[in-house]
């Protein structure tokens, strides 16, 4: 098993390009996030989806779209790209019972000019 | 104010050391993960801790949660280089599946 897979590892950007970060497992997962990781703020959840066919909001939503594509893949598009989404983001899966241990993907690294 | 507060913040040590590090938090929570992130990769669950007063032992590291669980801590014994990386604590809030983490601390053992 690949587990959590993240595409691309890195990215550039200018400022108001987009783009889309995906993510797929293979551990048959019903729960999906998206965190950013910035230095001396610790990870962030950005949305996350409880189930196929659901989305919602975490902390810092602004500025990012999601679509949970089917039960493997959730994927986020940052529709016009800002220097302060400049980041390392994080894609983790989990199954539906408390305490559940997330399971994190290797990490994209973008970088917004 | 953070939910939860992590110490210290950074934390470089020798190898051979003892070290521990703290997850503190004015609320009770009904488990309390602890995660280590090595540099370029994403964090891997270490323990679950679930009972107030519980300790779990990994190997070299020992893992306390507090009787009132609102705190937990975690100590490595004899810290080897392999043991660098960042510590995150993190807390289930109304058993929603969202995980909120700590900052961490970021540990460095030095050969």
């Known amino acids: 098993n690949a587990g959590v897979t993240q595409t691309p590892k890195f990215q550039v950007l200018k400022t108001g390009q987009s783009m889309t970060l995906q993510c797929a497992q293979d551990?048959?997962?019903?729960?999906m996030y998206w965190y950013r990781q910035d230095p001396g703020m610790g990870l962030r959840l950005i949305y996350y989806?409880?189930?196929?066919?659901?989305?919602d909001k975490g902390e810092v939503p602004n500025g990012y779209n999601v679509s949970r594509l089917n039960k493997r893949e959730f994927s986020l598009r940052l529709e016009s790209a800002a220097p302060s989404q400049t980041s390392v983001y994080f894609c983790?899966?989990?199954?539906?019972?408390?305490?559940?241990?997330?399971?994190f993907g290797p990490g994209t690294r973008l970088l917004v000019l | 104010t953070q939910l939860l507060e992590q110490s210290p913040q950074f934390l470089s040590i020798q190898e051979g050391e003892n070290l521990t590090v703290y997850c503190n938090s004015s609320?009770?929570?009904?488990?309390l993960q602890w995660y280590r992130q090595e540099p370029g990769e994403g964090p891997v669950l270490l323990v679950t801790?679930?009972?107030?007063?519980e300790v779990k032992k990994l190997k070299r590291l020992t893992f306390q949660f507090g009787d009132a669980r609102k705190d937990s801590s975690l100590h490595i014994t004899a810290a080897q280089p392999g043991d660098t990386g960042l510590y995150l604590c993190?807390?289930?809030?109304?058993?929603?599946?969202?995980?909120?983490f700590g900052k961490g601390t970021l540990l460095t053992v030095n050969p």
């Open positions: 983790a899966s989990s199954g539906l019972a408390v305490q559940e241990t997330q399971y």
């Open positions: 551990m048959n997962h019903n729960s």
């Open positions: 989806s409880a189930s196929e066919g659901t989305t």
């Open positions: 609320s009770v929570f009904s488990s």
């Open positions: 801790v679930v009972t107030g007063g």
């Open positions: 993190a807390v289930e809030l109304r058993s929603n599946y969202k995980l909120t």
